[in-house]
């Protein structure tokens, strides 16, 4: 069975950095689609970015250039590096699986979830 744990998460001030992770037990990497989305209160989960284990890696507009997603095999792990918070970037984060090819932004889309870590972004 795949679990997902997500760390990281905390209080940063706007223009700040945090680094979360998603560590995925139960299985390796092979097959599987690592995304993180996030949702604040009254507002729809959205997706933030993934990383296909075919190595492709996709990022929602509202983060690109500000945070970057990444694999640790070694460790079985995904962090999510955020530079550059904004105010507009306190929600939850989700980290989810999913052996899918397509549609890879759409929740979904994905099998697996953990429990989410908080992030709240000060102004």
């Known amino acids: 069975q795949v679990q997902l744990v997500e760390s990281g998460g905390g209080l940063v001030q706007a223009g700040g950095s945090l680094r979360l992770s998603c560590v995925l037990s139960?299985?390796?990497?092979?097959?599987?689609?690592i995304g993180w989305f996030r949702q604040a209160p009254g507002a729809p989960r959205e997706f933030v970015a993934a990383?296909?284990?075919?190595?492709?890696?996709y990022y929602a507009d509202s983060v690109k250039g500000r945070f970057t997603i990444s694999t640790d095999n070694a460790k079985a792990t995904v962090p999510l590096q955020m530079n550059s918070l904004k105010p507009e970037d306190t929600a939850i984060y989700y980290c989810?699986?999913?052996?899918?090819?397509?549609?890879?932004?759409?929740?979904?889309?994905?099998?697996?979830w953990g429990q989410g870590t908080q992030v709240t972004v000060s102004s």
């Open positions: 990383s296909s284990w075919t190595g492709a890696l």
């Open positions: 139960g299985r390796t990497f092979s097959g599987y689609t």
């Open positions: 989810a699986a999913t052996t899918a090819y397509l549609s890879l932004t759409s929740y979904s889309s994905y099998n697996y």
